[in-house]
């Protein structure tokens, strides 16, 4: 709805500034700072718009077993990775801070807010110089690069991996069972159709699995053998015990 509105509103914009420039034959400073304004508000909102529609796609497939199981990793772990972010964003604003405050007149990287968050976020990816931060200072340098990459990218990093892994195994655990059967269908209706064909690894798969159904071990089925021949026992026994019943109801 909000993209709606912004591209009406840059519509009337548009018209309004096509109107003056043509009343006036372009001889008049016309201010096109507001039609910029608008058209970039309408870019960030379609922009978004795409996004989420995309994401709306993993709803269709659903019935995959790995589409599945990725949305619901996902949402097992909303509300962990809230509470991580909310905490991640308080250390994180913390060193930007101090980063910016300290070498704000020592790094050109540290110019700026943004700049400096942008080195952060590269430190965090791994990709710095250190000997540019200790030429910045000698001690302040190293001990802030060596705070942030303790507390960061060891301590944080390692919590939300950690969070992440632990949802998946949960959702792998109760994934729904009929997922699973969709998937299998899928991929037999694919096989029938011949659109796709078994490689080297599924053939050799298949014939184990039709070996390990054919296999009865021994062992295994050993007390199935017992308790058949209790039962045999058993009821000879019992038959024998009613065939002398009879006999001696008939005096034999």
């Not at 029938?192 to 298949?206: A, D, F, M, S, V």
């Not at 054919?214 to 050993?222: H, L, S």
Request: proline share 1%; glycine share 4%; with cysteine.
């Amino acid at each position: 709805m909000g993209s709606i509105g912004v591209y009406f509103w840059r519509f009337q914009e548009t018209n309004r500034i096509s109107q003056l420039f043509e009343q006036t034959n372009g001889y008049v400073y016309i201010n096109l700072q507001l039609a910029v304004y608008v058209n970039d508000v309408l870019t960030f909102l379609l922009g978004y718009c795409c996004f989420f529609s995309m994401i709306k796609f993993v709803q269709l497939f659903r019935f995959n077993q790995r589409v599945s199981l990725f949305a619901e990793t996902l949402k097992s772990c909303a509300k962990e990775l809230i509470s991580f972010s909310l905490m991640f964003t308080i250390v994180f604003m913390a060193f930007l801070s101090l980063f910016y405050l300290l070498f704000i007149s020592k790094l050109s990287t540290c110019s700026s807010l943004l700049q400096t968050a942008q080195m952060l976020f590269e430190m965090t990816l791994m990709k710095f110089d250190a000997s540019q931060i200790s030429g910045a200072d000698a001690f302040l340098g190293p001990f802030c690069f060596t705070l942030f990459m303790l507390l960061v990218v060891f301590v944080c990093l390692s919590m939300f991996f950690s969070i992440i892994i632990d949802s998946f195994h949960h959702a792998k655990d109760n994934q729904k069972e009929d997922q699973i059967m969709l998937s299998f269908m899928l991929t037999k209706f694919l096989r029938w159709t011949g659109l796709k064909r078994l490689n080297q690894e599924e053939i050799q798969e298949e014939r184990d699995s039709r070996m390990r159904s054919q296999y009865f071990d021994p062992i295994e089925n050993f007390p199935d053998r017992i308790d058949q021949l209790l039962e045999a026992l058993n009821k000879i026994y019992i038959d024998q015990k009613r065939e002398l019943a009879r006999l001696e109801k008939a005096g034999l």
